[in-house]
């Protein structure tokens, strides 16, 4: 039985992760928006489910994947989209704006609480003034904006995106848009035939009708958030049309858009509250896009599921749970623990792999494309050489690095997500998986190489100082991990920022310009070379080497997000004034890890008792421990 | 007495690699932190491509210096490196990685230093349809004295701009005048004065500075910014000494000064240095296509027609991002455009060194890959840890 449990937990894990697999049970009489969600649109340059721009959309305006109503009953992404598109009247009533500002919320006149959900309607009275605000904000540097000007600013940008939403399939009045476009259709037709007939001009009768219905679409093609009109098999992406644009080339009832009609009906169905015929609706036209566009719905569809599956989420658990038993095993029960610890790591991984993969596979590129990806990507390589030190000591400390690491990596990404779709195109001259494979993916292998060993040198600090856990063996062991880990992150972090080097030259005419990012990944290389070079030279020992290593956890983190808060530079992806001071914590307790390294031998618990045998090394005429 | 091979042995020291290091990262990360206040080109000059960082008091006139600059720290690593690298060779399978990365790294920063010294960075603007035979260099400016009494051929001299900074009277000997400088503004702006002048200063009696005025302003640190120089010169003819008057040039003013003596005619603007190349480039079309439905652009690119009758080379090339076009020692980079995609902004590159990082880049690798593969291996088979190299 013993033996056994290491494989139960893993099963049980097993178990809960396949059980998001399954979509959720629905309520007697709602909508099933299973079909609807994975319909493929062109938004943000590339084909993505409806699921995704209702997830991102949410998550922009709400902070959150899904909405909460005022009733307490919580509704999910797509399903919100769907009020928003064909029902808006009701949509503007759920609380879907955040908004964290206490001035913000004065300004409305509101109760100043931590946080508040306002509806659409809550907020129509005030669009102007909130327009004009931002408007001033948008006309300041990100960096010089005020908490105020930066909240309105993301209001403004967050009510444009509804708006947009809003009129992406038909007008906001709509009431049965199937008979609207047939009526519409006949009426171009009947001209058409008029004029081909000889007419000189059409009749007020006959031109009324299709100005007013010509300003409608107009305004749609304008502000449609995502172009929802496929065309036919074997078009490509620059066929896609809005409902706008597509509607104004109609020229009789047969030539509207198959698209056009069937989001037309789901509407209609959805305004009449008839969930069947919206799921019968949404079905046909799945199958419809499925056989003119196999690839193109096969990878929506795909899409869709790895959001359902939420992985990220998932491997978030399962390192804290591989972390707290690793520290275990030191306590109690070392081997079963320590099994456990593995082999939940290793489903982390499995699923975090997943993740990655299947990113790459919906984008098409390498695996770091951004700022979010680069976390995903930084926790991934942790944690694969984590294991890989598990496997070669068996003792626990390289899986509750690995642990530890995955799961600050993913909570870091989980907040750089929050900001809208971390799928997106890459702008010119980023578009090259040649470099995006080598000089990037390089060069986040030599962070994550850089905080694993920083995260090996935090535990030997904590153990010593705190616990008698370190003894003298682990204690070499542990610093033989960092030495290697070390060299690792050396020639990661130096090959790619060669690398980088090389990409520059042959983009912007330059091997190194010092520009901010540059220099960042200089600072990581030179640092290893000083880590390397004062080991060699016997200018520092173990203490040294790990208060080194934790610096170099602080020097990594600088690089990777603190450049870029700089706002100057080829390389500033977005400021990211929220991220500050979670940096500076992170620095200030390295900071403060470092002190504690540099605690005299005496006070640390681990080698109090045996800080008689140290060895005695001779350097001049003053004995030095080895420690 | 020190021998010769003890000498060696202090530059080769292992302690002075150490502090090399330790002020490159301090300055590194200074440098960059300056950058948010001085701008990026600035702390390139100051920090990292001098010798020392100098510093003096905002009222004083002296400077000292308060670190070492890019440049000293890197020369004393180059020779330190090189001294290292003769004074522990030996020829072992177990040395052979770390002596690759060393070497490596000496052509990196030899290639850096020729970058430094000898590389040299233009633009060429074309329009569609034009075609160019010169790039300009917008960081050295000069003033061209082009005559123009013969239609058939112009007659330029150019003076650099530097030579303007200095002031003083200038007396080129193709010119039959003298050129003294009244006003020199590193920076500037230019107004129009309107007709309700008010207390505006006209900049020049001649020319079109006698409706704009001048302005000095302090010098640029933004990355999409860039200096407008500007000065106002008094032309007084060789021997008798009646001044002509005073004309206006500037960065910003598109159309030359005129200037007429004797019957001759003369051209003055103040331009960026041109480079002239054997060989003309005609741009036939600009595309810059965005993503479908967005703004976010995909690609930009130049399809420029060469043509060179010196070498009898004429064909068609295509320039576009991450993907340059190398002739003739210069590299031609998709940099930019005209704001109404009417034409194209392409960066030339003149650098002699430009393939030493490449080459150190593959020495490097193959060292580190051997070094580590070896490491590695001891490492997992739990040896002891590596010893000093």
Redesign the interface.
Known sequence: MKRLAPYLVLLAACLWIAASWHAPKLKPDSFDVRSFSRLPVLAGGRIKPLDTVARNSLLIMRGKQTLRLSNGESLEASRWLADVLFQASIADGYPVFAIANQDVLGMFGLPQANKRYCSYTELQPYLTKIDEEGQRAADTEAPKRTPFHTAIYNLRNSLVLYQQLKGSIHPENTKDFSKEIQSYAEAVAAAGTALKQGAATLTDDQRAPLAIAAARYESLAQFAHMLVVAPPAGGGVAAWLSTGTALLRVESPASIPVSVSAYARMGDALRAGNPASFAREADAYADWIGKQHPELAGRAGFEQRFNLSQPFYHSMVLYVGAFLLACASWLVCPKGLRKTAFLLLVLALAVHSFGMFSRMYLQGRPPVTNLYSSAIFVGWGAVLLGLVLERLFRDGIGAACAGMVGFITLVIAHHLGSNGDTLEMMTAVLDSNLWLATHVVVITAGYSAMFLAGMLAVIYVCLGVFTRLLTRESAQTLTRMVYGIICFATLFSFVGTVLGGIWADQSWGRFWGWDPKENGALLIVLWCAIILHSRWRGLVRQRGLMAMAICGNAITSFSWFGVNMLGVGLHTYGFMDKAFPWLVAFVLAQGALILLSRLPVRYWRSFRLEAGHCDFVATGDKPRCSL | MTTPKQLLGSIAS??L??IC??A??VL??A???A??RL??FF??EQY?QSAFIWWSPTSGSFKIPVFPGGHLIGAVLLVNLIASLIHRFTVSWRKLGIQLIHIGIIV?LA??FA?DLF?V?SYMRIKEGASKNYSEDSSRMELAVTEITDKESDQITAVPGDLLAEGGTLTPKSLPFQIVVRGFYRNSTLSMIGQDAGSAVPAATQGAGTRISVQSKPRATK?DERDVMSAVLEIIPEGKGDSLGTWLVSDVMAEAQELHLNGRHWNLELRPARYYKPYRLMLEDFSHE?????Q?????SSKVILDDDVNNDHRQVVIY????FRYLGD?Y?Q?GFEPDNSGTVL???R?PS?QA??V??VI??LG??FQ?TF??VG??R?AK??T??
Do not use: W
């Open positions: 292992l302690r690699t150490v290091l330790a490159a990262f590194v990360f440098g960059t932190l950058q948010v701008g990026l702390v390139q990292f990196l290639g850096g970058t590389s960075s990355m965005t993503y479908p439905g967005t976010i652009p995909k690609d930009f991002m991450n993907h340059p590299t980079y940099s960066q030339v590159v650098n430009y990082p490449y150190a880049c490097v690798s580190m890959m580590f490491t590695l490492f997992a739990r840890p590596a000093a190299p």
